[in-house]
């Protein structure tokens, strides 16, 4: 086994950690707005990192241009479904919790 | 928009959707690339009957080379704020105070504002809610994603691309 293969096998799991965590974050914040900034992890961080161990392993290909190419639109739409979602949310008077909630 | 401005930005559109037909396809015989020509023009037709193409500045002139760097701070800012986030969740005191803030958005151009409230949604932590004029609603899980966006880094980075694209 080459070093490639291990640290794009590294990123792998730290992407698919990342997406527990973000999973984790959904299930223990208190309300809709908090659960979007947890489910962005998964978003950003575990798609990047096990897109990018993907990339690694298969080497430079058309393949690896592909899911570049994912990655890209990736990191284009969910910002813009997030923020559908939390102006919707804002606007059907859902009230964010605030921090006086909190503590 | 002057009609030389409409032509250029069909022309950018027509452009990008071939090269991103041909990255996508992998196949290049002649009735293939024929297929996908009219493909790409049929879409360049039916978008710009839609008035789709309503950007204030074309594609390709303007995001591609000033962005490309701005693209690789952003990604170190996003591992950043992901490991806050996380250690966040992690900590069993869950140690976060959501709020509601407005921050100023100094950008000219409807896509430049876009690329600043997207850049805002991506990090996690923030994600902007509402975008007013030159204000941008942002919805933040603590104080610290609030105080990294109110020293304006990101927002200064993107109007200053937007300023002069080519150098």
């Known amino acids: ?103 | 928009m002057s009609k030389y401005d409409i032509f250029f930005h069909k022309i950018s559109l027509i452009i990008s959707l071939a090269v991103l037909w041909i990255m996508l396809s992998g196949h290049y015989t002649p009735l293939l690339l024929s297929l996908g020509l009219l493909s790409v023009l049929i879409v360049a037709f039916i978008s710009s009957r839609m008035n789709l193409i309503i950007f204030d500045q074309p594609i390709l002139q303007l995001y591609f080379i000033k962005f490309i760097p701005y693209g690789f701070w952003l990604i170190i800012q996003i591992l950043r704020s992901n490991i806050d986030v996380c250690r966040r969740i992690l900590n069993p005191k869950l140690p976060i105070n959501p709020q509601l803030v407005k921050v100023k958005s100094t950008q000219t151009s409807n896509l430049a504002k876009v690329i600043y409230a997207n850049s805002i949604t991506l990090t996690p932590g923030t994600i902007s809610i509402d975008l007013d004029g030159s204000e941008i609603e942002v919805h933040s899980l603590s104080e610290k994603g609030v105080d990294e966006l109110k020293t304006g880094t990101m927002d200064k980075k993107i109007t200053d691309a937007e300023a002069n694209p080519y150098v």
Do not use: E, W
């Not at chain 1, 489910?39 to 290909?61: R, V």
């Not at chain 1, 241009?65 to 059907?92: D, W, Y």
């Open chain 1, 1 to 103: 086994m080459d070093v490639l293969n291990i640290v794009s096998g590294v990123f792998i799991i730290v992407g698919s950690l990342s997406i527990i965590v973000g999973l984790l974050g959904v299930y223990r914040m208190p309300d809709f707005f908090t659960r979007l900034h947890a489910a962005s992890i998964i978003d950003t961080l575990g798609a990047m990192l096990i897109l990018f161990g993907l990339i690694m392993h298969q080497g430079l290909s058309m393949i690896s241009l592909k899911l570049f190419l994912i990655l890209v639109f990736i990191l284009i739409t969910t910002p813009t479904a997030a923020h559908a979602l939390a102006k919707s949310a804002l606007h059907g008077n859902l009230k964010p919790v605030t921090d006086d909630d909190c503590s």
